[in-house]
């Protein structure tokens, strides 16, 4: 299958600074990503919708100033948390689809932990 | 708006034996796809199997398999012949066939005994 490499895997960082999570499709074209966060023991929540070369759609909650997304080529999109509080601690998830490869599947990244101290 | 929801926050099975994760769904959408996705320990997100609305079969992969129906909206996934390496949450997710976009349930915890 297609492959979603998501870097970091683990960051700590301290308060008030800011961190930026990176989503690539290694073998397929990334018409669409996905940005999603998962608190411990519960689902995924989707936080914004990123098509290539346009603003990011974000959920309703979801601060676009605070969560800045970034999807300027076909195979790379940017999660950037920026003036991180500790409750922004959580785990951070893309997705990424394309209509020309299986149309109706995501494939996922490994997922970031963040730790905000 | 899409709503999906599994009651089963958590449950176990025996090694070997068949276990039936329920899942229903509210939706919208005249046409959508309906995924159960696997994660474990390492929560990586895995697809497990994946029905496409319009197909009145039920889809199986190996082990896995599905008993959709429609009207009901209801889409359960059956694992047969359970096995250690299955023990994980298991989501199950919609999507409209127009929107990439999944909305998850709730997550149900599997644990298989050995």
């Known amino acids: 299958g297609a492959v979603v490499s998501q870097h970091p895997s683990r960051v700590i960082c301290k308060s008030g600074t800011s961190v930026k999570i990176e989503c690539r499709s290694l073998d397929f074209q990334a018409t669409t990503m996905f940005w999603y966060r998962q608190f411990p023991k519960q689902s995924l929540m989707l936080m914004a919708t990123s098509n290539e070369g346009s603003k990011a759609t974000y959920e309703q909650g979801v601060e676009k100033d605070k969560f800045l997304i970034n999807h300027a080529s076909l195979t790379l999109s940017t999660l950037t948390v920026t003036s991180a509080h500790p409750e922004d601690s959580s785990f951070y998830i893309c997705s990424a689809r394309s209509r020309v490869l299986v149309d109706t599947e995501a494939f996922f990244g490994q997922g970031t932990r963040l730790t905000v101290v | ?114």
């Not at chain 2, 025996?14 to 994660?39: G, H, I, P």
């Not at chain 2, 250690?84 to 997550?107: E, N």
Request: hydrophobic share 30%; glycine share 4%; charged share 15%.
């Open chain 2, 1 to 114: 708006a899409q709503t999906v929801t599994q009651s089963q926050p958590e449950m176990s099975v025996q090694e070997a034996e068949t276990v039936t994760l329920s899942c229903t769904y509210d939706t919208s959408e005249s046409n959508y796809y309906l995924f159960w996705y696997k994660q474990p320990p390492s929560r990586q997100m895995i697809l497990v199997i994946r029905q496409e609305a319009y197909k009145q079969q039920n889809a199986t992969e190996n082990r896995f398999s599905v008993n959709f129906q429609k009207a009901a909206k209801s889409f359960s996934l059956k694992i047969s012949d359970s096995q250690l390496g299955d023990t994980a949450m298991y989501f199950c997710a919609h999507s409209g066939a127009g929107s990439y976009q999944l909305t998850f349930g709730k997550g149900t915890k599997l644990s298989v005994i050995p």
